[in-house]
């Protein structure tokens, strides 16, 4: 495997600016008619750079952290080597980013070579500085190092001209047409030996490690092909934004979420303006576990786009995540800024519910209120949004304002708004307000099948709170009718038993069953050994038998 080495030239990354230095140049040649006096252009280009030097700072910054680089191979090296993983296990896509960032950090070093100045921060002064050297061609070094300023006042033309690229030799030219007769023949180790044979002769050309790709898909090689398409995109990758896009596809259907997620930030590059590719990387992000990079990338997207709601709300969410509420909360802040005369509730929802979630229930509701007197004066808010305020009040102690707001759920259809009656009875059961956590409750009870067994368990741990054990114990067995499997419940219930002086019905709870499964069974072992030690000496004995000889017990 061959390592990049910029004085045995093997290969190189060269920025894609360079190639279009080339073709400027041509351009300069063809526009000579229009350049009839060329000191007074000369003159007004640096009148012009001087004025707009502080203007392009920016702009050439951006550009510099987003440097899009092509590879290019010189010498003895054999790239077909690239499609196999290399000596240390690098799949070929990590290959070339490690070039890629080691031709980025040659680079850097030759620049603060060549410029030390900007090693202790004073670059964008002593550019300006530079601007009074005493020859243009001076002055054009110290504005942009290494590149030359186009004479012609025309706008820069960006990617390859047409007819620039290098001609092919009548031999290359031949063998490219034999392979793909081959490969339209299906006569695919013919097409095969015919286009590695074009690699050697001109090592540079994309469209043969495309073809290449596309034979291996059709013979069912997807990793080989993988890696022709990886190979075809970084010899021209902004020439085939759809070959990224292929790539990703190819990538997440092989479970390799590095290699989409590099050729993702690849095909945006390629094709900026598809945001569907800006949505797939932080969803991917998302999937990785890497919620910053997540955040990051939805924010740009907001940015790019600052009414796509849905990037907003997973920006917030992802920041959320991150313990960056405030990043999370100007995300959407500035979205209900600039509506002033419409507003998305689902938006308005997630901002108040991070407020909660940061225990900032006053901001809460001063955001609710902001929304009732700007967007809804003439009518109510959204039950939901007036369920979020009155869980607030209850966290701030003002219980009867909250039930203000929870009375609204009397007016409306119990199982259209089951889950904000769970969530007021959930907050009121937080804050040991029991008995009017259960006036909630109840108002399912024997309406929503839905939620039946945890509706239950809470109902049963409320009565355990208000220490009412008969009650309890009722709703414990109701709860696990239909949690039959859930452990927690069942020793929950069997403790109560225990207290209870039930010790044989507790017993028959905790013993096997052909509705129990083995995993349910080591856990409530485990619970057993370490939370029911309490029973004492004749029922531990006897539940030790049940659960790990249960044979012998039957």
């Known amino acids: 495997m061959a390592e990049l080495d910029t004085e045995s030239n093997y290969f190189l990354f060269h920025e894609d600016e360079e190639e279009e230095e080339e073709e400027e140049e041509e351009e300069e040649e063809e526009e000579e008619d229009e350049d009839e006096d060329e000191d007074e252009e000369g003159e007004e280009e640096v009148e012009v750079a001087a ?97 030359r300023r186009r004479k012609s006042r025309k706008p820069k033309k960006k990617g390859r001209r047409k007819g620039s690229k290098n001609k092919l030799s009548p031999e290359v030219t031949m063998k490219l047409g034999e392979a793909n007769i081959y490969y339209a023949q299906r006569q695919y180790e013919k097409a095969i030996h015919l286009l590695k044979e074009v690699v050697m002769l001109a090592p540079n050309l994309s469209e043969t490690y495309h073809t290449l790709g596309l034979v291996y898909e059709e013979i069912g090689d997807t990793k080989k092909s993988m890696n022709f398409y990886m190979l075809a995109a970084h010899l021209a990758p902004k020439d085939h934004p759809s070959i990224w896009k292929q790539l990703v596809t190819l990538s997440i259907n092989q479970g390799n979420v590095g ?203 409320c009565y355990l709170a208000i220490t009412e054990r008969a009650q309890a114990i009722t709703f414990f067995y109701k709860a696990l009718s239909t949690m039959e499997h859930n452990v927690d419940v069942r020793v929950a219930l069997a403790s109560l038993l225990l207290e209870e002086g039930k010790e044989d019905e507790a017993i028959t709870l905790l013993s096997p069953t052909k509705h129990i499964g083995n995993g349910t069974l080591m856990m409530i072992s485990y619970l057993f050994f370490t939370r029911l030690w309490c029973w004492g000496e004749r029922g531990s004995f006897y539940l030790m038998r049940c659960y790990l000889c249960p044979r012998v017990h039957n």
């Not at 010498?75 to 980025?104: H, I, K, S, W």
């Not at 004073?122 to 054009?140: G, H, V």
């Not at 990079?293 to 920006?315: F, Q, T």
């Open 51 to 147: 004025v707009d030097m502080e203007e392009d700072d920016s702009e050439e910054d951006e550009e510099e952290n987003d440097q899009e680089f092509r590879l290019t191979f010189q010498g003895d090296v054999n790239p077909l080597d690239f499609t196999e993983t290399d000596a240390f296990g690098l799949q070929p896509y990590q290959q070339f980013e490690r070039l890629e960032y080691e031709a980025l950090a040659e680079k850097k070093r030759k620049a603060l070579n060549d410029n030390p100045r900007s090693s202790d921060g004073s670059a964008k002064k002593s550019r300006f500085d530079d601007s009074f050297l005493t020859s243009i061609d001076e002055i054009m070094e110290g504005m942009n190092i290494g590149r």
């Open 259 to 461: 290699q989409a997620t590099y050729c993702l930030s690849k095909a945006i590059k390629a094709d900026p303006e598809d945001m569907s590719l800006r949505f797939n990387r932080a969803t991917l992000y998302v999937e990785l576990g890497d919620y910053q990079k997540a955040a990051e990338s939805y924010h740009h997207i907001v940015e790019l786009c600052p009414e796509n709601v849905d990037a907003r709300k997973m920006a917030a969410k992802m920041y959320q995540k991150c313990n960056q509420p405030e990043q999370s909360i100007s995300v959407l802040e500035d979205f209900i800024k600039y509506h002033s005369k419409e507003i998305d509730f689902s938006v308005v929802n997630l901002l108040v519910g991070i407020h909660m979630e940061n225990n900032a229930h006053d901001n809460a509701l001063q955001q609710i209120e902001h929304v009732r007197s700007v967007y809804c004066s003439q009518k109510q808010l959204p039950i939901d949004l007036m369920v979020l305020a009155g869980i607030c009040q209850v966290h701030l102690g003002n219980i009867e304002e909250a039930e203000v707001f929870f009375g609204l759920l009397k007016m409306e259809h119990a199982d259209d708004v089951a889950y904000l009656i769970i969530e007021a009875g959930n907050a009121l059961m937080s804050l040991g307000h029991y008995q009017l956590a259960l006036k909630y409750y109840f108002m399912l009870d024997k309406k929503s099948e839905h939620f039946k067994g945890l509706l239950h368990l809470k109902v049963a741990k």
